[in-house]
């Protein structure tokens, strides 16, 4: 997914650029001179197409879920390692 999404924004960035012949290697191939502002949509419409597949929910699980019982389970270790060394 990622070596895609940053060859097809290669692609765009050239055509941006004025070589049109980059974008036979695009999606947008069948597109001969296509206006500069549908390019910088497309091209921010690609950036915002996310790699990994974390969603907005598992990160909140995650940071509201997970991480309080571990900050917990560390606060205790540093306790007792606080203790021993006491």
């Known amino acids: 997914m990622h ?11 050239a055509a941006l650029s ?4 980059a974008l036979e290697n695009s999606l947008l191939l069948g597109e001969d001179h296509p206006l500069k502002i549908a390019l ?8 915002e197409i996310k790699e990994w597949p974390f969603t907005e ?8 879920g997970i991480l309080p019982p571990l900050s917990w389970v560390i606060a205790a270790l540093i306790k007792i390692m606080i203790e021993g060394a006491i």
């Open 57 to 64: 929910r598992i990160r909140a699980l995650v940071l509201f």
């Open 18 to 21: 004025g070589n049109f012949k």
């Open 3 to 13: 070596s895609e999404k940053v060859q097809e924004l290669n692609s765009i960035n």
């Open 40 to 47: 910088l949509s497309y091209r921010d419409r690609i950036t």
